[in-house]
């Protein structure tokens, strides 16, 4: 009896997690799934539409269901004294987000303390809207201020070419705008322990998506003024925060030593990465940190110069950093071994 409840389970849990990308077909891709008849998983799905789970439209033959919204909210926040994020969080988040396993309330608690604590203290706008819809499967929340905008802020605080130079040294880690206020470690943390984070600020679109090693950039057209955070987190995703900071952090005093550098964003349009001021720019803060992961992931080849700007003479001044590599095609490579010749270096690195 316990094994029939067990697939039972199984096939609603299926039916939730994957309705939203086949939501004309999901009979048939449960039924695949599990060995059964179409109408076996029919009962399933009218039992979750009595629910209030599924909603369903459509006649028999081209029914579709989607997800019900359980919870839609929003409020708008005056940035004036005594907004706090703890006391948001408390009195309003934490109360809408009901019953899910504590692992999950923990990511919440963390990213949304540290997006909202952002829009206060950086944004210099005068209003935080928060917004936050809750599905059976997956909850999302968007936090949006009217301020400068990040990207742009960064940019002008640093000097930088422009906001996509910007959203590299953010993907680094241990950047602010505020040092004697915050230790730039929010954005980078929380861009890693949801499912999926994006930032639109200015004419510049930044996401990064759970378990991927790689964060995306896009250029779009600016719309609006200030900075708009989505985050999104499955209800039941199995991951903590712990995992993320263990694996960027020092295990004996969890200080942040580790990071990812995406080497592409150090890329603009056609351009070739074949110079020493490029890998200067791609080397800016590394310092900072006691080991450094190279991902080679979306670029083809380097040159010369830029190689061994990298591996050899920054290596060479600072021979306390660990460098790693990861995603290096074979030009990549020999390119960086012909510069390494001497020194000792892993040629990849998996993460």
């Known amino acids: 009896m316990k094994l029939k409840s067990n697939r039972s389970d199984n096939i609603r849990t299926f039916i939730i997690e994957n309705v939203s990308n086949h939501s004309s077909d999901i009979a048939g891709v449960a039924a695949k799934k599990f060995d059964v008849s179409r109408q076996a998983i029919n009962s399933y799905l009218k039992k979750l ?6 909603f369903s439209d459509g006649a028999t033959r081209n029914k579709r269901y989607i997800l019900v919204r359980q919870e839609v909210w929003a409020k708008k926040y005056a940035i004036e004294e005594g907004l706090a994020e703890d006391i948001v969080w408390r009195n309003d988040i934490a109360q809408l987000l009901g019953f899910l396993p504590k692992n999950v309330i923990n990511i919440w ?3 949304f303390s540290e997006m909202f604590n952002n829009a206060i203290d950086h944004s210099e706008g005068k209003f935080i809207d928060v917004q936050m819809v809750k599905t059976a499967f997956v909850t999302s929340m968007i936090i949006k ?3 400068v905008g990040i990207f742009k802020k960064i940019q002008k605080k640093f000097n930088l070419l422009d ?10 880690g241990k950047l602010t705008t505020a040092p004697e206020q915050h230790s730039g470690e929010g954005i980078f943390f929380t861009s890693r322990i949801v499912n999926n984070f994006a930032i639109f600020s200015g004419e510049t679109h930044f996401s990064h998506e759970y378990g991927e090693a790689h ?3 896009f250029e779009i057209q600016a719309i609006e003024p200030g900075t708009k955070v989505i985050m999104q987190i499955e209800n039941n995703t199995q991951h903590n925060a712990k995992d993320i900071f263990d694996y960027f952090t020092n295990g004996d005093d969890y200080g942040f030593y580790k990071t990812i550098v995406p080497v592409r964003l150090a890329q603009y349009g056609d351009d070739m990465l074949v110079s020493r001021s490029q890998a200067k720019r791609l080397l800016a803060r590394i310092d ?9 992931e979306g670029v083809n080849s380097i040159g010369q110069s830029f190689a061994d700007e990298i591996f050899r003479v920054f290596h060479n001044q600072n021979k306390q950093i660990e460098l790693f590599k990861t995603n290096a095609n074979a030009d990549i490579l020999n ?3 012909r510069a390494t010749v001497g020194y000792s270096l892993p040629v990849n690195l998996s993460e």
Request: charged share 30%; glycine share 2%.
């Open 49 to 54: 539409v009595q629910e209030n789970i599924l």
């Open 109 to 111: 608690d963390y990213a």
């Open 145 to 147: 201020d009217d301020g």
């Open 163 to 172: 906001e996509r130079h910007a959203i590299l040294e953010l993907s680094k």
């Open 215 to 217: 964060d995306w950039i």
């Open 288 to 296: 900072r940190f006691k080991s450094v992961i190279f991902d080679f």
């Open 335 to 337: 390119m960086i071994s």
